[in-house]
């Protein structure tokens, strides 16, 4: 079956550093979606890509889809406080798929 | 509402009873996902409903899981003879349409504790 990894699964980072998470797919994908989940709260949705090589920026995140389309990246630029959580990549092949995902502390 | 909601949000129960859980999507939305997540753990899928057939169960974990939505709308998912390692919370999910290019939307989730 479809499996989708995500690396790092912990990462703790100091205030204003940056960040990165990184999916990774043993089958090519259709699209892939981001997601974050606030410490206690549900996953909320981030964004889609769909488009190999694809590139989307939200303020301080930037999206990317691999060029063979198995691969996806999230870069946070200067971590604040309030992106602390967990985020999650997610894909759809018979069923939908989310990543292990990557826990983000944020150190003040 | 304006969102999904679940209900409860919280249940404890003594293992070996049935437990239902209620999930009432966005307005609208035809899709409708069941997940399960353990502490501290990533999202487990369970089923999904495109209006109220479900084509793929084979997320549920065992024969004791069964789900069934009426009317398009309001789903129930129902654990029977419930076991220690059914705790985790429950996460319902709706889209506009089923597919992969849907976004989903997330209720709080029904926190299921087992004795």
């Known amino acids: 079956g479809q499996q989708v990894m995500q690396i790092p699964q912990y990462q703790h980072v100091q205030e204003g550093e940056d960040f990165t998470t990184y999916c990774n797919s043993s089958?090519?994908?259709?699209?892939i979606q981001w997601y974050k989940q606030r410490p206690g709260g549900h996953p909320v949705f981030l964004i889609q890509?769909?488009?190999?090589?694809e590139v989307k920026k939200q303020k301080r995140l930037t999206f990317q889809f691999g060029e063979a389309k198995k691969n996806s990246s999230l870069h946070i630029t200067a971590t604040q406080t309030t992106d602390v959580g967990t985020y999650f990549c997610?894909?759809?092949?018979?069923?939908?798929?989310f990543g292990t995902g990557t826990s983000l502390t944020v150190i003040p | 509402g304006a969102g999904v909601s679940q209900s409860p949000s919280n249940k404890v129960t003594e293992k070996g009873k049935d437990v239902e859980l209620r999930c009432d999507p966005i307005?609208?939305?035809?899709?409708l996902y069941w997940y399960r997540q353990s502490l501290g753990q990533g999202l487990e899928f369970l089923i999904y409903?495109?209006?109220?057939?479900?084509?793929?169960k084979s997320g549920l974990p065992s024969d004791r899981f069964s789900a069934e939505r009426t009317g398009g709308s309001v789903s129930t998912l129902t654990i029977q003879r419930t076991q220690q390692e059914d705790s985790a919370v429950y996460l319902c999910?709706?889209?506009?349409?089923?597919?992969?290019?849907?976004?989903?939307?997330f209720g709080d989730g029904t926190r299921l504790s087992i004795l």
């Open positions: 999910a709706s889209s506009l349409e089923e597919g992969p290019n849907q976004p989903q939307h």
């Open positions: 409903f495109q209006g109220n057939s479900a084509p793929d």
């Open positions: 089958t090519t994908l259709s699209n």
């Open positions: 307005s609208g939305h035809t899709a």
């Open positions: 890509l769909v488009k190999s090589g």
């Open positions: 997610a894909c759809t092949g018979n069923q939908f798929y």
